[in-house]
């Protein structure tokens, strides 16, 4: 199927900005889609508020835009509700580890079959450029006047420490790669976390003088290397890309079908 | 006649009552006084091949259950005020994308943590207005365990009929009580099962579009049609819409669709109405104790009347108004300071014969403290 088949054109053009790299996310997730060879009908995507989360109205498939922080929570309902269905969750930083955090790490602690994509662009674009909790120290928003002292979170690290079964991280510069591993999250069984840093020359790249889309792409081709690679080694402050955790752990839905068939006593 | 007969406690016949009507979704978190309810469907729902999560808050809950109902299936939460409070965000959204669901509030002494095992009828205005927004809601509560197992039944039928949320108000002298429950055989009360689309697989279906009998048929998530859902004001395919005629026939359609129906969803029960000169109005647990100085007060010749109230919201504002017309004096009994009350004086002709007996201090209303009320009334001193 051509990658415009998943998209519901009627709706576009999308709300993004020039330069956002969210459309290079969406990219990303569709060929992901195409390549595994899923059907429309048994995709479910759920998300929460905020730039990111709209991506849910331009794809052709099963799509809920829920409530701010929450998208896991309801997508969890209609996980254990349809085990059979391939649940995908677009969220944003803010809307993933600020509001949702909680959601976030106990979603991850359940190891739901799921596959969680954090659009992270470090600033909340919707509301027009406040810090978030992956903004980090230093760093000019509408709500830090004096810049950020705020520590972030680092996705990777709060993923794994909370249970997720997969997680993996990427940029949108690296298109091959960040398709390359949601294609794998997808496929893998558990919840699979993918950090994606993204773009947002409006509000985080204004403020604080980056420059337009292209500089800021061209910064994560500078500023991250493979995991491992000699280059970290020689430059600590490298961000890593790549699958950091990949392992096999009960799921959740289908430990839970194993209480039903113990209560049902084998009966029907 | 088979009738199975229990002995339970209120919130068991929830329970029953919600597996009766098909619930086999449900997705909560611990809170008292409504924390049985979680237990026994715990147990209760695997056993029948069904689903039971406990999530992280309530917040997570009410979610949960949205997203479960979306895929076909009849859902609730349960809760207590704190709980109540966390999901209001949640419960709009339900409201705004026509989600069917059961939210049940176990009543407990408020507001913040206020004394959780203790009993209050403090929530009424908070199920009606808790969530922001213009919108409509239904709520419903029982003074009984028959009548809560009826009740409950009903919240589901309604939800599916009306495409809403439904609010149980129960409370924790309701829910903690045991006594008697005799179950009606399967078949033997009317459950109204999910309008789905008959729009074929390949063709265009609306998931906003309102038969001509007003209802919207829903399609199951994960079935043949593909559709957004959204709780930003959208059209009838269910996308995002700044378009004023959309925007306002969306919110006159949640509204009325409800509030055009009040007589129609008002549920109620009268006792010796016909020549009262002093009618009580009350609910839940606190109609127990306003049953018992009717039927006292009747014995001694007085001419009074109680009328239970099960659906609070939409307000029964013409049935109140009506059955308290040739009445000399109406008499909220509520465990609050006057939540219902204001509803009735907004209601009946003479708001100046409206009195409250309550209580707040977190002890069950008794009859005496009804009848003290009513001596003031009568000019006979306490």
Redesign the interface.
């Known amino acids: 199927m051509a990658v415009k088949d998943y998209l519901r054109e009627r ?1 576009f053009p999308h709300l993004w900005c020039p330069g956002c790299g969210h459309g290079g996310v969406l990219g990303g997730l569709v060929r992901a889609i195409e390549n595994l060879g899923l059907t ?3 995709i ?1 995507m ?1 998300s929460g508020i905020g730039c990111s989360s709209r991506i ?2 331009y794809v ?8 701010h922080g ?1 998208a896991l ?6 996980k ?3 085990p ?2 391939k649940l995908i969750v677009p969220m944003g930083d803010g809307d993933a580890l600020a509001i949702g955090g ?2 976030f790490i ?1 979603a991850a602690r359940r190891n739901v079959d799921m596959t969680a994509i954090v659009m992270n662009n470090r600033i909340y674009g919707m509301t027009g450029g406040q810090f978030s909790p992956l903004s980090g120290t230093d760093i000019s928003a509408t709500t830090a006047p004096f810049r950020t002292i705020d520590r972030s979170f680092d996705v990777v690290e709060l993923a794994t420490a909370a249970g997720a079964t997969f997680v993996a991280r990427s940029t949108s510069y690296h298109a091959q790669q960040m398709t390359d591993v949601i294609e794998k999250a997808i496929t893998h069984k558990g919840f699979s976390v993918v950090e994606v840093l993204t773009q947002c020359p409006t509000y985080f790249g204004r403020k604080n003088k980056i420059g337009d889309a292209p500089d800021m792409i061209k910064w994560f081709k500078d500023h991250t290397t493979t995991i491992g690679s000699k280059a970290k080694q020689e430059a600590p402050d490298l961000i890593e890309r790549g699958i950091f955790v990949q392992k096999e752990g009960p799921e959740y839905c289908e430990e ?1 079908q194993k ?2 068939d ?3 006593g084998g009966r029907k | 006649m088979g009738n199975t007969i229990k002995f339970l406690q209120g919130n068991e016949a929830c329970v029953e009552a919600a597996l009766y009507a098909g619930l086999d979704f449900f997705a909560g978190y611990p809170i008292t006084p409504s924390t049985e309810i979680a237990e026994h469907l715990a147990t209760r729902l695997p056993r029948i091949g069904g689903k039971f999560i406990q999530m992280e808050d309530e917040i997570a809950s009410i979610c949960a259950i949205i997203g479960a109902s979306l895929t076909g299936r009849k859902v609730m939460t349960a809760t207590s005020g704190p709980g109540f409070s966390l999901m209001q965000e949640a419960l709009g959204y339900a409201v705004m994308t026509e989600i069917p669901c059961v939210i049940v509030n176990v009543q407990r002494g408020g507001p913040s943590t206020g004394i959780p095992t203790h009993v209050s009828q403090g929530d009424v205005n908070q199920a009606r207005w808790g969530t922001h927004g213009d919108h409509a809601i239904i709520a419903l509560t029982a003074s009984n365990h028959q009548d809560v197992f009826g009740i409950t039944v009903e919240a589901f039928n309604l939800a599916e009929t009306y495409r809403t949320p439904v609010i149980l108000l129960f409370d924790e002298v309701v829910a903690h009580m045991r006594e008697k429950l005799v179950l009606p055989e399967p078949g033997e009360v009317h459950l109204v099962e999910r309008l789905r689309t008959s729009v074929k697989e390949g063709v265009d279906y609306h998931p906003y579009l309102p038969r001509e009998d007003g209802r919207l048929p829903m399609s199951d998530f994960g079935g043949v049609h593909r559709y957004n859902v959204t709780g930003l004001v959208h059209d009838m395919w269910g996308f995002p819409s700044t378009e004023p005629r959309t925007v306002h026939a969306l919110l006159r359609h949640l509204v009325d669709k409800l509030e055009n129906r009040t007589n129609e969803l008002a549920r109620y029960k009268e006792f010796h109405l016909e020549d009262a000169d002093i009618v009580l109005i009350s609910y839940g647990s606190s109609a127990r104790s306003a049953l018992h100085v009717v039927e006292e007060r009747r014995q001694r010749g007085e001419r009074i009347g109680l009328l239970e109230l099960q659906t609070l919201w939409p307000f029964p504002s013409d049935i109140v108004r009506t059955k308290c017309a040739d009445s000399k004096a109406v008499v909220v009994v509520e465990m609050n300071m006057g939540q219902v009350m204001q509803s009735v004086k907004l209601a009946v002709e003479h708001p100046e014969r409206v009195f409250l007996a309550n209580r707040i201090d977190s002890v069950f209303i008794t009859p005496a403290d009804i009848i003290n009320i009513l001596r003031v009334i009568q000019g006979k001193g306490v």
């Open positions: 709706f429309k009908n048994e479910v759920v849910t109205g052709d498939f099963h799509t809920m835009h829920t409530i929450r929570a309801f997508a969890t309902g209609v254990l509700s349809r059979e269905l909680n959601h106990h839970y209480i039903v113990r209560a049902m």
